[in-house]
Structure formats: structure tokens, C-alpha cells
């Protein structure tokens, strides 16, 4: 059992930056994809960025795409994403997720084993 620890939200303005972090405990966290994906109110649950095992690899949607970046450390069993120009529409609760099958190709909110609790990004225009 995985356990996911989001931090890092708030509430910012137009052009601001954020960084998520994400500690993980209770599993070889280092076996894991990892992913970030967000929710906006009333609305599905969408991929925004995934990392390969060893942070040699990632994935991100094309809405945030140049503006935000992922990154792990093994170490601290830690995930981060840093999320720089923010704009209204990045408004939402972000969830961390760890996938033990998926590759960061595959990986959906359908084949994601562990979630975190979430956390709240609110961006003011």
C-alpha cells in the first residue's frame, strides 16, 4: 500500500508560479510511474504530466506544455511539479497518482493504482 502526500497549493495570480510536491511511503516508490493529473469543478479528471521510473522520461498534456515541468527524487521519495506562467484555466485540485504497470505512454486515471488526497490551485486572472 502507497501512500501519497500532496502540498503545495494555493491561491496566485495570472503568471505566477507553483510547485507541487508529492512524498510518497509505503512502497518501493522507485518502481512507480508517477503522474500529476487535475480536476476542475463539474469536470473529469485529465492527465497533466507523468515521469519514468528513473526521471529519464516524461510525458506532459499539450495545455501545459513549456509551462510546467516534472521531476522525482528517489531519494526523498518525492515527486514535484513546478508549474511557472500559471493561468486561469490551470484553476483545479491536483492529484498526485503512482502506476505500477503503466508506462508514461499509457498511464490514465483509469490505470492508476494510488492517489493522493489532492490539492487546490486557484489562479486569480
Known amino acids: 500500500q502507497v501512500q501519497l502526500v500532496e502540498s503545495g497549493g494555493g491561491l496566485v495570480q495570472a503568471g505566477d508560479s507553483l510547485r507541487l510536491s508529492c512524498a510518497a511511503s509505503g512502497g518501493t516508490f522507485s518502481t512507480y510511474v508517477m503522474g500529476w493529473f487535475r480536476q476542475a469543478p463539474g469536470k473529469e479528471r485529465k492527465f497533466v504530466a507523468a515521469?519514468?521510473?528513473?526521471?529519464?522520461?516524461?510525458r506532459y498534456a499539450d495545455s501545459v506544455k513549456g509551462r510546467f515541468t516534472i521531476s522525482r527524487d528517489n531519494v526523498k521519495n518525492t515527486v514535484y511539479l513546478q508549474m511557472n506562467s500559471l493561468k486561469p484555466e490551470d484553476t483545479a485540485v491536483y492529484y498526485c497518482?503512482?502506476?505500477?504497470?503503466?508506462?508514461?505512454?499509457?498511464?490514465?486515471?483509469?490505470?492508476?493504482?494510488?492517489w493522493g488526497q489532492g490539492t487546490q490551485v486557484t489562479v486569480s486572472s
Open positions: 497518482a503512482a502506476d505500477k504497470r503503466a508506462s508514461i505512454a499509457t498511464i490514465t486515471s483509469s490505470s492508476v493504482d494510488y
Open positions: 515521469i519514468s521510473w528513473t526521471g529519464t522520461n516524461t
